[in-house]
């Protein structure tokens, strides 16, 4: 919404004040679903709660910290009495004290009164035509009696007070019953079996007023009718004609059976008997259906519900409602109901949900830092095990007008009821930190929907609740709303920043501070900023004193100058909007080592972005969209400490992680498990004033519990299983997160990050943690939330987080690529020979699939949500993953590896080698114009052993700019170095390229792959997805046939023709990145030749889908193969040498394997599905 803060503490009080004195309601919130072992830690020391204000529906308290903690009704629990005191309702009952009512009836007869109302309800000992029920207000009563005999009234308690007054009739099975309550009077008839009386016959004496109809309500001139009946859920209205003033109500009256079985099925019929003066008199007969009462399912006793309710203001401070699918347009409204359905209501196709709204509590909130809240209900009726949600309404309602056809908007789900068989009374908790989102934003809260799925997408029930939404026995049954929180500017030790916005509007907005918002958060029509500024304060802390420097980036100037310390990016005098911001420290470097200046920004249509940090882009470089809000925070840095084991030493090890800013997995990937854990603050400042509270659960079930910089420690034999950690003080519970998270590598499980006192370890079944990362982090804060919308692939969006490296992707030195990977995409034959020829023994890297998988996502052919764990579950953006160490999921070390091995995809010619200038020239050219949509294969020269190889790296370039006539400079992000951007150049006059010792390269196009291969990447999708799938490999692989050679020259390998492999069209030539040395190519069927030579001990296959024949240890010779179409394979080898040996192999798809070692002139092997013929010719 719009920023309207108030700008200082007496305008804040103001406000508070105004709101509590015209009225509004809390109710108390649920407890959540799951327990947790939670401690509520203050920097001062709590009194005894005190109220601190009153209104007639809700109650301030203190306890001397700072804290308040509201309470607000569904009804007015307070009335003011005649001097204009507030004086809280008691609708107990107690023994007549007076001798004539406010309206001048004689009590002389009546026995039991209201103890505190100012509607007071008078109770005979025996209802008579002469001693109704008596109800008054004002000058209005409403005397009412059952046409039918009753017995003499009993009272029924509620501890030691009476509540309810029972009458029986002579009619075995029927009663009547009675209470007071704070706005009227509510009737039970209580069938207790099955009846054929489904009549029910009043007497009703009206003072001051007549009863009218829904239909004479809507019209202007109300009038008296003699006689008239009500239509089903239709209600009847008490009216002062001659003073045009609504009184009260009789609610439709409504049936519910034992197993909360509802029925609307009732109606009245209401004839005018007698005028008397300022009396009126009228017969009501309320007919029931027959049909519903003889139900052969039908659970007794039944309660059929007629109520009268005084209507005493014309200020709504709380409404209610519930909606029905089955009836799309009817209304079930607070007015013609005093229950509120859930789930079923007569059958699974009435669809029900309601609806609840507290008036005032948004402004109540506006800016406050929330820190609990409760919702409290009363079931009526409750199945057992029946799932509701309770979710945020954002936008506006009035429960006379709300059907299932206008439901307001909802938004995120606040809580989780399970309901037990008819569970009364129950407190739900509502998620604390989604409710300070809202109140720090001053986000719309327009009241709760109670329903039966958390996005509202069922189109049924099988279960159903009743909630009461307004009878009141001393406020024990209506909904309450309990709220603790904090002014959040009463609480302001901590390094601060501040900030404003320039509007469309050619206005400054009101200031934001330390993670509140300023400008416009109000939808997709917020008014567009244009500039912004912002400052710095200290506070005390260890913050650079030049403060920070920050720009802002429209379409129409591009970035702005930076500015420092409260001057304006962007332009006040323009209509340039502003599309992304930066903020740094105003040092020669952007990080700080005590603090990270964190920010985001508001964007419509999208909502609020995720956090930069440090000199990040924030922002939407969309067309069309822009920036109309923003917020900053100061964020301290933490440093956690640990001590763990490791196999086969009990001494202990010291570890540590955060201290750079971006470690978070904390131990060696062989450790046993951590023994000894702290945390301190990187600014001693910070650390002395705002204590960190730690708690530790060891193997043994001890819990320990300690301070920021104090080790709690256990033994060699006795590591930690479960951590928690929580902010001791208001300053910072309201602006961070402190966050944990941690492993277990033995079992590969993991749990996602706690905070703010959860307890991590829950799901990990008591098991020693291997692995612990801890971090502090703005409210809201989601790791790899998109920061900034950008039309090209952006570093710190669209890379990955964490380096090319063994420990980062969790996986031994020892590791390679995985066979059964390969033969997944290759086929059994082609597979097994790419894994025992083609690649590395051990670790080689991952710098192609780290860079394919990348480019695949930032294209969206896959979308992130398939790759995230518990860890990643919120990530929008590639960066925002965790390497992979330690987690349940192996999903994206899958995607990397599987991306890693299409490498050897049949790959088109159209690689643009730097070794000639047309070649350069082509390679600027290819990226000016489709800078982001290729992968860039670097090479360079290594003397390994005396030998020259050459290596092979994959980068993506970002974008390029010629920086001197024939000189380039390419932006390029090297999958080895998470986060940043790198710079190659190249020059085309003197056809050379440099970045960092790497001298050549090429392009791939990544369009080109997934338009060439998106079926096969569609493979990997589904293998990824389901472990158990079989990819299929034969709907590419059938075809094709593969060369596989390892020292020999490209040159050596020929057509039947004599010409170059290399030369042929319809050969594709896959490079290896590893071993250069190995050659390796897809050619059509046909004659090939192989000539080996220089005793180099050769190494050629030949392989297709369903066979293959391999020759090992060739020194001098040539190999003659034929591809032919029933994919046989017929080769030839002729040595040189008749006494050289050659080892001779063949395999099938089916694993069938043929092994000689063959010496002689000529040897020739037929190879063929199931069978295979090797023949030494002399």
């Known amino acids: 919404m719009k920023s309207t803060k108030a700008t200082n503490k007496i305008v804040s009080l103001l406000l508070v004040m105004a709101m509590l004195t015209s009225g509004f309601c809390i109710p108390q919130p649920s407890v959540h679903a799951e327990t947790e072992e939670t401690t509520t830690v203050t920097n001062t020391k709590p009194q005894a709660e005190k109220i601190t204000q009153k209104t007639e529906n809700a109650t301030v308290y203190g306890d001397g910290t700072g804290k308040k903690r509201a309470e607000i009704y569904a009804q007015d629990i307070r009335f003011k009495d005649e001097k204009g005191k507030l004086t809280d309702y008691d609708t107990s009952l107690k023994d007549i004290t007076e001798r004539e009512s406010e309206t001048g009836e004689n009590l002389a007869t009546y026995d039991y009164q209201t103890t505190t109302t100012d509607k007071m309800t008078y109770f005979p000992q025996k209802i008579t035509t002469k001693t109704p029920i008596l109800s008054e207000y004002d000058q209005y009563a409403v005397k009412i009696n059952p046409k039918e005999t009753v017995q003499t009234g009993t009272l029924k308690k509620e501890g030691k007070e009476a509540m309810q007054i029972a009458y029986e009739t002579k009619k075995n099975g029927v009663d009547y019953q009675y209470e007071s309550t704070t706005d009227g009077l509510k009737e039970s008839i209580i069938l207790d079996k099955k009846t054929d009386q489904n009549t029910f016959e009043f007497n009703i004496t009206l003072k001051n007023c007549s009863l009218v109809s829904q239909e004479d309500l809507k019209k202007e001139s109300k009038k008296e009718n003699k006689s008239w009946q009500t239509k089903e859920g239709e209600s009847v209205f008490l009216y002062d004609i001659k003073e045009d003033r609504l009184i009260g109500t009789l609610p439709a009256a409504f049936m519910i059976d034992a197993e909360g079985n509802y029925s609307e099925a009732c109606n009245y019929n209401i004839t005018l008997v007698n005028k008397n003066n300022d009396e009126k008199q009228y017969h009501m007969v309320l007919k029931v259906s027959k049909q519903y009462l003889g139900d052969a399912d039908r659970a007794y006793p039944v309660t059929i519900d007629p109520t009268v309710t005084w209507n005493t203001s014309d200020v709504r401070k709380f409404s209610s409602a519930y909606v029905c699918s089955t009836a799309p347009n009817s209304n079930y409204t607070d007015e013609n109901t005093n229950i509120l359905c859930v789930g079923k209501r007569d059958t699974a196709k009435d669809l029900c949900r309601a609806y609840l709204k507290f008036e005032g509590v948004e402004s109540l909130l506006a800016g406050m830092y929330v820190e609990k809240a409760n919702l409290e209900l009363n079931f009526h009726q409750s199945d057992a095990g029946m799932k509701m949600y309770v979710r945020q309404v954002t936008s506006g309602w009035g429960a006379p007008k709300i059907t299932y056809s206008n439901q307001p908007k909802r938004a995120e789900t606040l809580a989780e009821i399970t309901a037990s068989a008819n569970m009364g009374k129950t407190t739900v908790p509502l998620d604390e930190e989604l409710l300070d989102s809202r109140a720090r934003d001053e986000g719309r809260m327009c009241g709760y929907e109670i329903t039966t799925s958390k996005d509202d997408s069922d189109t049924s029930s099988g279960k159903s609740a009743w909630i009461y939404n307004s009878v009141s026995v001393n406020g024990t049954k209506i909904p309450k709303l309990t709220i603790e929180y904090y002014d959040k500017e009463d609480y302001t030790d901590c390094p601060r920043i501040t900030y404003k916005v320039y509007d469309e509007g050619k206005h400054w907005s009101v200031e934001g501070n330390d993670g509140g918002f300023a400008g416009d958060n109000e939808g997709e029509d917020a008014m567009a900023a244009r500039a912004f500024q912002a400052s710095v304060s200290a506070n005390g802390y260890s913050i650079p004193s030049t403060g920070i420097k920050y720009r802002a980036y429209s379409d129409e100037a591009g970035w702005s100058a930076w500015k420092t310390n409260g001057a304006a990016a962007g332009d006040t005098s323009k209509t340039y909007n502003m599309k992304a911001v930066e903020m740094q420290w105003n040092t020669t470097s952007a990080e700080n080592a005590y603090y990270d200046l964190y920010y985001r920004v508001y964007v419509p249509g999208r909502g609020w972005l995720g956090w930069a940090k440090n000199a990040q882009t924030a922002g939407d470089y969309t067309k069309g969209n822009y ?91 006795n590591g930690i299983t479960k951590l928690s950690s929580q902010f001791c003080d208001v300053s910072t519970r309201s602006r961070y997160n402190i966050e944990y998270m941690g492993s277990v590598s033995a079992k590969n499980v993991e749990e996602g990050w706690k905070k703010n006192g959860q307890w991590l370890g829950d799901t990990l079944g008591d098991a020693v943690l291997n692995n612990i990362a801890v971090r502090i982090v703005p409210k809201e ?398």
Not at 662 to 670: A, H, I, K, P, R
Not at 676 to 701: C, P, Q, R, V
Not at 844 to 858: E, H, I, K, P, T
Request: net charge negative; aromatic share 12%; hydrophobic share 30%.
């Open 781 to 1178: 804060y989601q790791k790899g939330e998109k920061a900034c919308y950008s039309n090209g692939f952006e570093v710190a969006e669209d890379g990955y987080s964490f380096t090319n490296s063994l420990q980062d992707l969790g996986i031994k030195k020892t590791h390679r690529l995985p066979k059964e990977k390969l033969v997944q995409l290759y086929g059994e034959t082609t597979g097994k020979y790419l894994y025992e020829k083609i690649c590395p023994q051990e670790w080689g890297g991952y710098c192609f699939g780290l860079a394919m998988s990348n480019q695949l996502l930032y294209q969206k052919k896959y979308d992130y949500s398939y790759f995230t764990t518990k860890l990643d579950q919120n990530s929008k953006r590639v960066f925002g993953l965790e390497a992979p160490a330690g987690k349940k999921s192996s999903k994206l070390l899958d995607l990397i590896e599987y991306t890693h091995a299409s490498w050897f995809f049949p790959w088109s010619e159209g690689k643009t080698e730097i070794t000639t200038k047309e070649g350069l020239n082509q390679l600027v050219s290819k990226i000016q114009t489709k800078k982001q949509n290729y992968i860039m294969i670097i090479h360079k020269e290594v003397i390994e052993n005396g030998e020259t190889e050459v290596v092979e790296h994959a980068t993506i370039p970002l974008s390029i700019k010629q920086i001197e006539q024939n000189k380039y400079e390419i932006q390029l992000y090297n999958v080895n170095y998470p986060g940043r951007v790198e710079t190659a150049m190249v020059n085309t006059y003197s056809k050379t390229f440099e970045y960092e010792d790497y001298t050549s390269a090429y392009l791939i196009d990544v369009t080109e792959a997934i338009e060439l291969f998106g079926n096969r990447y569609d493979e990997i999708m589904k293998k990824i997805q389901n472990p158990s799938y079989q990819i299929n490999n034969a709907s590419y692989m059938k075809d094709a046939n593969v060369i596989l050679a390892e020292n020999v020259a490209a040159s050596q390998i020929t057509n039947e023709e004599g010409k170059c492999i290399e030369d042929l069209e319809d050969v594709s030539k896959v490079d290896n990145f590893d071993n250069p040395s190995n050659l390796m190519y897809y050619v059509p069927e046909g004659t090939y030749h192989v000539a080996a030579s220089d005793q180099k001990d050769a190494s050629i296959t030949f392989v297709n889908y369903d066979t293959s024949v391999s020759y090992d240890n060739l020194k001098d010779g040539e190999i003659s193969a034929i591809f032919k179409k029933d994919d046989s394979i017929q080769s030839d080898m002729k040595l040189d040498n008749k006494t050289d040996t050659v080892k001779v192999s063949t395999y099938d798809k089916h694993e069938n394997e043929t092994k000689k070692i063959c010496s002689g002139k000529q040897i020739k092997v037929m190879s063929e599905d199931n069978h295979a013929n090797i023949k030494v010719v002399k």
């Open 627 to 717: 920036i109309s809000a923003m917020e900053a925070v100061i964020v301290p840095k933490i440093r956690y400490l640990y001590q763990y084991t490791i196999p086969n030493s009990n001494a202990p090890h010291l570890g540590y992680g955060g201290g750079s800013g971006n470690l978070f997995f904390s131990s060696s990937q062989g450790n046993d498990y951590i023994m000894a854990f702290k945390t301190e603050y990187k600014d001693e400042n910070f650390g002395k004033k705002h204590m960190l509270k730690n708690s530790i659960k060891f193997l043994d079930g001890v819990y320990n519990t300690d301070m920021t910089n104090t080790w709690i420690v256990g033994d060699t034999s």
